[in-house]
């Protein structure tokens, strides 16, 4: 993973695994991952179709110029971007992959930047996966950035990765 928090991130979560397909949620502590938070979210597998925000990072709120908290991951994807991202989600939750997610957001039609995305899945209840720890980083840092907000965006790659 090139992206540094994504890197953090991934490298943290597979320590804590410690070889089982996930680790627990109640087993991260947000201390140990602090210098990426603003960067990081958590996702609620309500059903196959809705993932909701438990929580995300500072830094996302802002670029996406909303409080994330209880709103779908998969709302405000065109239909053939929220298909392939519910199978991926899928993955995660059923079978222990790795999301792992290229998108370009744009805030208009001049104003366009790529971000990265893991998806990681954590043990709930019992050992079913009901939530998925993630992080999301630009590839590059626009000026604009600090001043735009991003309103749109499409899924340019995608892979599950086993660990």
Not at 74 to 87: I, M, Q, Y
Not at 117 to 144: D, E, F, K, Q, Y
Request: aromatic letters at 6%; hydrophobic letters at 45%; one cysteine or more.
């Amino acid at each position: 993973m090139r992206q540094r928090t994504l890197h953090t991130l991934y490298t943290y979560w597979n320590e804590l695994r410690a070889g089982r397909m996930a680790p627990r949620r109640l087993e991260i502590e947000p201390a140990r991952i602090a210098g990426i938070l603003a960067e990081t979210f958590m996702l609620e597998r309500t059903n196959a179709a809705t993932y909701q925000f438990r929580l995300a990072g500072t830094r996302l709120c802002e670029l996406f110029g909303i409080e994330l908290r209880g709103s779908d991951f998969l709302a405000g994807w065109n239909e053939s971007d929220r298909a392939v991202l519910a199978r991926q989600l899928g993955s995660v939750c059923e079978q222990g992959g790795v999301a792992k997610l290229t998108i370009e957001a744009s805030a208009d039609t001049r104003h366009r930047i790529e971000l990265e995305v893991v998806l990681l899945p954590l043990l709930h209840a019992g050992n079913t996966v009901g939530r998925i720890i993630g992080a999301m980083s630009a590839t590059s840092a626009p000026h604009w950035l600090t001043t735009e907000t991003l309103l749109t965006r499409r899924l340019l790659r995608h892979e599950v990765i086993w660990p």
